[in-house]
């Protein structure tokens, strides 16, 4: 079946602007993730929902950044004036269970701010 | 807090020989997943192979297989009989199984890269 797709796959934006990455899970999964990954550097954990509910948001680097998944499927992450130091990829994973542990990524969103 | 660490940044091995990359992880939980993944340069990220904290067999996949000393809290990948498709970023990831939250946090990474 269809893994978990990424829109889109490159942005380049202004400091300053905002900006809203999408996120298509696998469907069915419950757990989804956001990680950012910076060039030469392992992913790094931003927030997980449950379903609807966003059940950790520790990793979340700033009030800049926020993330939804309003129907418990797809799910945007927004970065609010954007600055060079978001420049990097983020990745969404789904799992199909709260206790299955498998996560499955997408290609990721590559962002370049300028 | 949990800590995963790469100690090897870049790794090349002869196509059909065998290669192991280092993981060493902290936690105070006994309860735990530890992973490795793939990630080619196209970057999408690849699970290769899990292992349950609980489960004293390591775990295989074909030519992949772990040796997890629960102890040295030390969890090593070992590639047999390398394929040019081996070729590409190699990362050690943690979960525990306790707390709500079942995000991965990854190590730094090994570059592996193997030679024709």
């Known amino acids: 079946g269809a893994g978990v797709s990424q829109s889109p796959r490159y942005k380049v934006a202004k400091r300053g602007q905002d900006v809203a990455l999408r996120c298509d899970p696998i469907?069915?999964?419950?757990?989804l993730f956001w990680y950012q990954q910076a060039l030469g550097q392992g992913p790094e954990f931003l927030t997980y929902?449950?379903?609807?509910?966003?059940?950790?948001k520790s990793g979340l680097p700033s009030d800049r950044f926020f993330a939804e998944r309003p129907e418990g499927s797809v799910s945007t992450l927004k970065i609010q004036r954007t600055q060079q130091e978001d420049s990097a990829v983020y990745l969404c994973?789904?799992?199909?269970?709260?206790?299955?542990?498998?996560?499955?990524f997408g290609p990721g969103t590559r962002l370049t701010v300028t | 807090a949990q800590t995963v660490t790469q100690s090897q940044p870049e790794m090349s091995v002869q196509e059909a020989e065998t290669v192991t990359l280092s993981c060493t992880y902290d936690?105070?939980?006994?309860?735990?997943?530890l992973f490795w993944y793939k990630q080619p340069p196209s970057r999408q990220m690849i699970l290769v192979i899990r292992?349950?904290?609980?489960?004293?067999q390591n775990a295989t996949e074909n030519r992949f297989s772990v040796n997890f000393q629960k102890a040295a809290k030390s969890f090593s990948l070992k590639i047999s009989d390398s394929q040019l498709g081996d070729t590409a970023m190699y990362f050690c990831?943690?979960?525990?199984?306790?707390?709500?939250?079942?995000?991965?946090?990854f190590g730094k990474g090994t570059k592996l890269t193997v030679n024709p």
């Open positions: 994973a789904s799992s199909l269970a709260a206790a299955s542990y498998e996560q499955y």
């Open positions: 469907s069915g999964h419950v757990s």
């Open positions: 929902f449950q379903n609807e509910a966003q059940l950790d």
């Open positions: 936690t105070s939980e006994n309860n735990y997943y």
């Open positions: 292992q349950e904290a609980y489960k004293q």
């Open positions: 990831a943690f979960s525990a199984t306790q707390g709500g939250s079942e995000k991965l946090v």
